[in-house]
C-alpha cells in the first residue's frame, strides 16, 4: 500500500504514517538519543525529530573507493537507529554500490540523474581510499577512475564526508610502499569541507550523528584542525578509558595472559594506543551489547586505527607516544591498605601469653619427666603422684 | 555409691586470684565493647569480619569442649566401660567449653540485642550453615549442663531426683554425641561457603569432616591435659593406664586424620602451595608438624606409658587443632575485593580471649573443688 504524505502528516502527531509502523515513542525516544551524543540538549529532540520526518528526504550518493565494506557492514548493524531507519526515512540514498537495489548502467544512470537533479544539495559520502598513482587506474567503476567519480561528485555536494580511516587519510592502502598511490578524501579536494569519521570501522553512531546533525541544523558539526567531528574525536581514548586507574598507578599487563592482563590492568606495555589516538571508543563502545564492548575492553590493546601515523603504520608492539601525561615514577596505591597490623602492643601481648604457656609447659614437663624417671618401675599402674 | 568425690581445699589459692585478675581485664574490655561497640577495642574490618573473637574463644573454645563429646563416643558409643572414670571431668570441659563459646559468640554479634530472632521460626534461613551451628550450639550447651546434673544432685543428696533422671538420661547422651557431630562439621562448612578466599591448602570441600575429626582430636587430647595438670596442681592420682591407653585412641584417629588431610591435598593438586615461601606455607607446616610430632612421640607402645610425652603429644595436639583453626580462618584466608586487608589481634582482643580461658579455669577450680567430678581411684 503506498502511503501519501499529506501537509498534516509532516506534523509531529503524523509520524506513525511517515514513519511505516514505528510508534511515536519509539521515535522520539530515537531522536533524544540524538540529541545527546552530540551533546545537545533535550529539548533539541523535536527539531531532530522534524528533520528526520521530513517527506523531502535529502539524497545521498555514497561512493565506494579502495575499500572492504567494513564501514558499511558496522553500520548495518547499527541499532538506534538502524541503517534502514536512516536512508528509508531520513535520507534519500541514491547511490551505494552495496545497497542500492539497481545494479551496472541502471544503478550509474541514476546517481547521474540524481546528482543533476539534485545539484548543490545532495550528501556525499566516500568510503575507501582514492588511489592516485598512474591517473588512478587502480580502483575503476563504470569503466572509470574512481578519481573522476569523486571529482564530479564533489562539485555539487552540500557537504562531503569520509567515512572510515581509508577515505580520512589513507587507511590500510595507503601504509607500507602504498602501491596504488592511496590517498584520503580532504587531501585531493584541498578546497573543501571534508568531514572526516576515521576509524576501522569507525563507530557508525559517530557517521549516523553527523548526518542527523546536518539534516536537522543545516551545518555540520563542528571540527577539529583534522576535520573530525569534535563531539566524538576531542578527547584521547587514554583520557576516558577504564583501565586508565591502572596506568597511573603503574600497573601494567606485561604479556598477554600474565597475571596483570587477567586482571585487567592497563595494556599501555602491550603496545597500546590509546594515548595517542582520538576517538570515543570508551565512551561509546561498539554493537549496543553492553559494557567491555570495545578492543581495550576485551583485553586487547588500542590499535590506533583512527589515527594517521599511528593505524597500520606503528607496529602492535610499539610504545605510545604520551601526548598529555606520562606515568609517574612512584604510584599510589588504588587499594589503600585497610585495618590494622601487628602493633607492638599487641605482638608483645601475644608474645607474653605464648611465652607463659611455653613456661609452664617447660615447667609441667620437666616435673614429669623427673618423676618419671623416679617410678619408671609402675607405670603402667594407676598411682598416687607422692605429694 | 559414686567413685567420684570433691577434693575440697583451699578455694581462693594464689593461682586462682592470678586468673581472677585476669577475668576481671576481661570484664573491663567487655564493658568497653558493649558501651562503645566492637570498633572501640577490636581491630575487626570489612575484610577481616571474624577475628579471635570467632576463631579462638568459639571454634577452638568449642573444639577444646568436645573432650566430653569424644568420650562419650567412646564409652558410650563403642561401649568403652573402661573410660567411664574419665566422663565426668572431661564432660565439665565440655560444658566450660562450649559454655563460654556461646558467651563469647554475643561479643563478637554487631548487633546482639535481635539474638532472640535466632529463635523466631519466621524470621531464620533455613538453608544458613550458621543457623544449624546456632541451634546446635545452644542445644548441646542445654544437653552438657543436663549431662552433669547427676554431679549436682549427688553433691546436695538428692538421690530421688537423681535416680529419676538416670532413667531418661540415655536420650540425653545419645543427643550429646549426635549435635557435635552436626555442629563440628558445620564449622568447617562455614568455611567452604567462603570459597575462593580461603587457600587452597585449607580450601576443600572435606573440611566438614577434618574439622570434626580434628575436633575429636582435641577432645582426646584434652583428657590427659587437663588430668595431668590436676594431678600436678591439684596433687590428684594420675590414671596413668587409661591415659596411655586414649593416648592410644588419639594416635588412631591421628593417623587418619593425617591420611585424610594430605590424600585431599594430593587429590586437589595443592601441595604444591605448601612449598612456596609465604605465611600459609610456613602455618601449614607448623600446623601440620604439630599433627605429625604425637604421632612420633606415641608411636612405641611403651612411651604411652610416660606422662611427659602423653603431654607434649596431648599439647601438640591441642596446638595442631587450634593452629588449623586459626589457619583456616585466618591467616589462610585472603578478602577478596574492596583494599589491601589487615587484621592482628588488638591488645584488648587477646586479653578478653586470655580472660575467658582463665574464667574456665576459674570455673574448674570451683567445681572441682567443692562438686564430685573428679575420679576417686
Known amino acids: ?387 | 555409691m559414686s567413685t567420684h568425690a570433691p577434693i575440697g581445699g583451699k578455694l581462693f589459692t594464689r593461682p586462682f586470684y592470678f586468673f581472677l585478675l585476669l577475668f576481671m581485664i576481661a570484664l573491663a574490655i567487655l564493658a568497653t565493647r558493649f558501651i562503645f561497640g566492637l570498633g572501640s577495642v577490636t581491630n575487626l574490618n570489612d575484610g577481616y569480619p571474624w577475628g579471635i573473637w570467632i576463631v579462638i574463644d568459639v571454634m577452638i573454645g568449642t573444639a577444646f569442649g568436645c573432650a566430653g563429646y569424644a568420650v562419650a563416643l567412646l564409652v558410650y558409643l563403642f561401649n568403652r566401660g573402661e573410660y567411664h572414670p574419665l566422663v565426668r571431668s572431661a564432660l565439665m570441659a565440655g560444658m566450660f567449653g562450649y559454655t563460654l563459646a556461646g558467651m563469647a559468640v554475643m561479643f563478637d554479634l554487631g548487633r546482639y540485642w535481635q539474638f532472640y530472632t535466632l529463635m523466631m521460626p519466621g524470621y531464620v534461613q533455613y538453608n544458613s550453615v550458621m543457623l544449624e551451628v546456632a541451634w546446635c550450639v545452644m542445644a548441646y550447651i542445654v544437653v552438657l549442663w543436663i549431662e552433669f546434673l547427676p554431679t549436682f544432685l549427688e553433691r546436695f543428696g538428692l538421690k530421688n531426683l537423681r535416680q529419676k533422671l538416670s532413667k531418661v538420661l540415655f536420650i540425653i547422651i545419645a543427643l550429646g554425641i549426635l549435635l557435635p557431630t552436626m555442629h563440628q562439621s558445620s564449622l568447617g562448612t562455614m568455611a567452604v561457603v567462603a570459597g575462593h578466599q580461603i587457600s587452597p591448602l585449607w580450601q576443600t570441600q572435606l573440611l566438614p569432616p577434618l574439622f570434626l575429626i580434628s575436633a575429636l582430636l582435641m577432645g582426646y587430647a584434652l583428657v590427659p591435659f587437663e588430668a595431668i595438670l590436676a594431678s600436678m596442681g591439684l596433687r590428684q592420682p594420675m590414671e596413668t593406664s587409661l591415659l596411655a591407653k586414649i593416648s592410644g585412641v588419639a594416635l588412631a584417629v591421628t593417623i587418619f586424620y593425617l591420611v585424610l588431610r594430605f590424600a585431599d591435598l594430593l587429590w586437589r593438586g595443592a601441595l604444591g602451595f605448601a612449598f612456596e615461601s609465604n605465611l600459609d606455607a610456613l602455618m601449614f607446616w607448623v600446623e601440620n608438624l604439630l599433627f605429625i610430632v604425637p604421632v612420633v612421640l606415641l608411636a612405641q607402645r611403651s612411651s604411652r606409658t610416660n606422662p611427659a610425652l602423653i603431654f607434649i603429644s596431648a599439647v601438640s595436639l591441642l596446638l595442631a587443632g587450634s593452629i588449623y583453626r586459626i589457619n583456616t580462618y585466618i591467616i589462610g584466608y585472603h578478602p577478596a575485593a574492596g583494599g589491601t586487608w589487615h587484621y592482628f589481634p588488638s591488645v584488648a582482643e587477646i586479653m578478653l580471649t586470655v580472660g575467658i580461658f582463665s574464667f574456665e579455669v576459674i570455673l574448674y577450680l570451683i567445681f572441682v573443688k567443692t562438686l564430685p567430678v573428679l575420679h576417686r581411684a
Open chain 1, 1 to 387: 500500500m503506498a502511503i501519501s504524505i499529506k501537509e498534516s502528516d509532516t506534523h509531529l502527531d503524523g509520524f506513525v504514517g511517515t514513519l511505516g509502523g514505528v510508534s511515536r515513542r519509539e521515535f522520539m525516544k530515537f531522536c533524544t538519543g540524538v540529541a545527546a551524543t552530540i551533546g545537545l540538549p533535550a529539548g533539541m529532540s523535536w527539531q531532530i525529530a522534524a528533520a528526520a520526518s521530513n517527506p523531502q528526504r535529502p539524497p545521498v550518493i555514497w561512493l565506494s573507493a579502495q575499500e572492504c565494506t567494513g564501514c558499511t557492514e558496522s553500520l548495518l548493524r547499527s541499532t538506534h537507529p538502524t541503517l534502514e531507519q536512516l536512508i528509508l526515512d531520513a535520507i534519500s540514498l541514491d547511490y551505494h554500490e552495496t545497497l542500492s537495489a539497481g545494479a551496472g548502467h541502471q544503478a550509474e544512470a541514476h546517481k547521474q540523474q540524481s546528482m543533476q537533479q539534485n545539484k548543490g544539495k545532495y550528501v556525499l559520502v566516500v568510503d575507501g581510499s582514492i588511489p592516485v598513482k598512474d591517473g588512478g587506474i587502480y580502483c575503476k567503476v563504470a569503466d572509470r577512475p574512481i578519481l573522476d567519480h569523486l571529482l564530479e561528485a564533489a562539485e555539487g555536494a552540500a557537504a562531503i564526508i569520509a567515512i572510515g580511516s581509508c577515505a580520512s587519510w589513507g587507511g590500510i592502502p595507503s601504509s607500507g610502499p602504498n602501491p596504488t598511490g592511496a590517498t584520503g578524501v580532504a587531501e585531493i579536494l584541498k578546497d573543501k569541507t571534508i568531514v572526516n569519521i576515521p576509524g576501522c570501522p569507525p563507530n557508525p553512531y559517530n557517521f549516523l550523528t553527523t548526518v542527523l546533525h546536518f539534516l536537522a541544523f543545516n551545518r555540520l558539526p563542528e571540527l577539529d584542525a583534522k576535520g573530525r567531528p569534535k563531539f566524538a574525536y576531542n578527547r584521547l581514548i587514554h583520557e576516558n578509558c577504564e583501565r586508565r586507574p591502572h596506568f597511573d598507578a603503574g600497573r601494567f599487563a606485561i604479556t598477554f595472559g600474565d597475571e596483570g592482563h587477567r586482571k585487567g590492568w592497563c595494556l599501555y606495555k602491550l603496545g597500546c594506543k590509546g594515548p595517542e589516538t582520538y576517538a570515543n571508543c570508551p565512551a561509546i563502545l561498539f554493537g549496543d551489547v553492553g559494557p567491555g564492548a570495545w578492543p581495550v575492553g576485551t583485553g586487547h590493546p588500542c590499535f590506533g586505527c583512527s589515527e594517521q601515523g599511528v593505524g597500520f603504520t606503528k607496529g602492535v608492539h610499539q610504545l605510545a607516544e604520551l601526548e598529555t601525561i606520562k606515568p609517574s615514577a612512584t604510584h599510589v596505591d588504588i587499594a589503600e591498605d585497610i585495618g590494622v597490623g601487628v602493633t607492638p602492643a599487641a605482638a608483645a601481648t601475644a608474645l607474653a601469653v605464648a611465652g607463659a604457656a611455653a613456661g609452664a609447659g617447660g615447667v609441667v614437663v620437666n616435673r614429669l619427666m623427673q618423676n618419671n624417671g623416679n617410678e619408671t618401675d609402675n607405670d603402667l599402674e594407676p598411682h598416687d603422684r607422692e605429694g
